[in-house]
């Protein structure tokens, strides 16, 4: 499952007629339209578009003058930048000491930052810009990240800007499973170094089946089986020490205090023998947790024993 992002920097802020504002209204509807229907995850930054000028008239105006915008473009636009739209697979925040650079011009709270966000986090994250947009008619577009004015990260942002191009490559990624019988066949073909116990997959399919929530596990279970999979010591700190390490890292072992408050439903049954399962993965934006057999280490099975809210 893919993540496209779309380039708010390509929006003009002041158009000169309603003909041309439909146009990009039409572009953007079809480019959310081809995402979400092939089953990918489509984010767009609300306030951009409140800050646009139609003529002589803002935004939200320009949308409700009737005589230029037919009332079936006005719902579609106007659903898509509904707020419930809007989640990204994990919902933290770019963190406040990241700085975004385009060549020398620092960037501001954009998709084209929250893409490279993205990026950088290890997804699979890609940004579309508006066809009409010449500044960005680029299929690469590099962005460097600081961090507390030091410079962390070189990354390049694959960039789609035009319709045509943008269908092709949806059309060649792999969709993404539809419903948790889907999941379970993905998870088997894609990560063997997974197996998630029937107890979890139980927990699980009590949970509605969500795009970004699915995006999410996926993700963390790509990490652990890259972990698992490591060819060489080298590789696995490289992606241990990336996602188990520090403030922000997916994955953690329980406090000393909640292993002993919670031991007994930290304990689960996996072939046949009750395993403390206090290490684990998170999920901000549902309170979800993955829990599973042991800290990973290389060419080590794991077992997925509980995927599901917090323990409490």
Same mark, same amino acid.
Request: glycine share 4%; aromatic share 14%; charged share 25%.
């Given at each position: 499952?893919? =993540? ?20 990009? !209204? ?6 959310? /339209? ?9 984010? +767009? ?22 005589? /230029?915008?037919?009332? @079936?473009?006005?719902? @579609?636009? !106007?659903?898509?930048?509904?707020? %419930?739209?809007?989640? &990204? ?32 986090? #290890?997804?699979?994250?890609? +940004?579309?810009?508006? %066809? =009409? ?23 390049? =942002?694959?960039?789609?800007?035009? &319709?045509?191009?943008?269908? @092709?490559?949806?059309?060649? &990624? ?33 949970? %509605? ?36 390490? #520090? ?18 439903? !930290?304990?689960?049954?996996?072939? #046949?023998?009750?395993? &403390? ?29 509980? =995927?599901? %809210?917090?323990? +409490?």
């Amino acid at each position: 499952m893919a =993540i496209f992002m779309f380039n708010d920097l390509s929006l003009d802020p002041f158009y000169n007629d309603f003909s041309t504002f439909k146009k990009v !209204l039409g572009e953007i509807v079809h480019f959310y /339209n081809i995402g979400t229907k092939n089953g990918h995850i489509i984010y +767009l930054h609300r306030d951009s578009f409140f800050n646009i000028r139609v003529s002589d008239v803002m935004f939200r105006q320009a949308m409700n003058d009737s005589k /230029n915008i037919d009332r @079936q473009q006005k719902m @579609q636009m !106007l659903g898509i930048l509904d707020k %419930s739209k809007h989640i &990204l697979p994990d919902d933290s925040a770019i963190p406040c000491d990241f700085v975004f650079f385009h060549g020398e011009n620092k960037l501001p709270n954009t998709g084209l930052s929250e893409c490279a966000f993205r990026k950088f986090m #290890g997804e699979d994250a890609s +940004l579309y810009s508006l %066809s =009409i947009s010449l500044n960005f008619h680029h299929a690469v577009i590099p962005i460097n990240i600081q961090q507390n004015d030091i410079f962390i990260s070189n990354e390049f =942002i694959k960039n789609y800007f035009s &319709l045509e191009t943008y269908l @092709q490559k949806v059309q060649s &990624l792999l969709k993404p499973p539809g419903t948790w019988d889907d999941f379970f066949n993905f998870i088997t073909d894609n990560f063997i170094w997974l197996e998630i116990t029937d107890d979890a997959k139980k927990t699980l399919r009590r949970v %509605s089946f969500k795009k970004n929530l699915i995006e999410s596990i996926i993700q963390r279970f790509d990490v652990l089986n890259k972990m698992a999979g490591s060819e060489s010591e080298a590789a696995f700190l490289e992606v241990y020490e990336k996602y188990c390490q #520090g403030d922000r890292a997916w994955f953690s072992d329980e406090s000393e205090t909640r292993k002993n408050k919670l031991k007994e439903k !930290l304990t689960f049954l996996i072939n #046949g023998k009750n395993i &403390l399962c206090s290490y684990h993965g998170k999920i901000s934006h549902d309170n979800f947790r993955i829990h599973i057999s042991s800290t990973p280490k290389r060419h080590e099975k794991i077992y997925v024993a509980y =995927i599901g %809210s917090k323990i +409490l």
